[in-house]
């Protein structure tokens, strides 16, 4: 049994990994401005009560 001369190639693909699909990791932006968006309209009330 020797080697298949009519044997057809084997052929691999593989997929391509990218890394960063999409976009994670933003979420603390959107907490932290909506912290930030609080924290004005708190100082904005303090202040005008005290005037």
Do not use: C
């Amino acid at each position: 049994m020797g080697t298949q001369s009519n044997a057809a190639p084997v052929i691999i693909k593989r997929k391509k990994v990218i890394a960063g699909e999409g976009h994670h990791g933003g979420a603390w932006k959107v907490a932290y401005a909506d912290f930030v968006t609080a924290m004005m309209a708190f100082f904005m009330l303090m202040w005008l009560l005290n005037a």
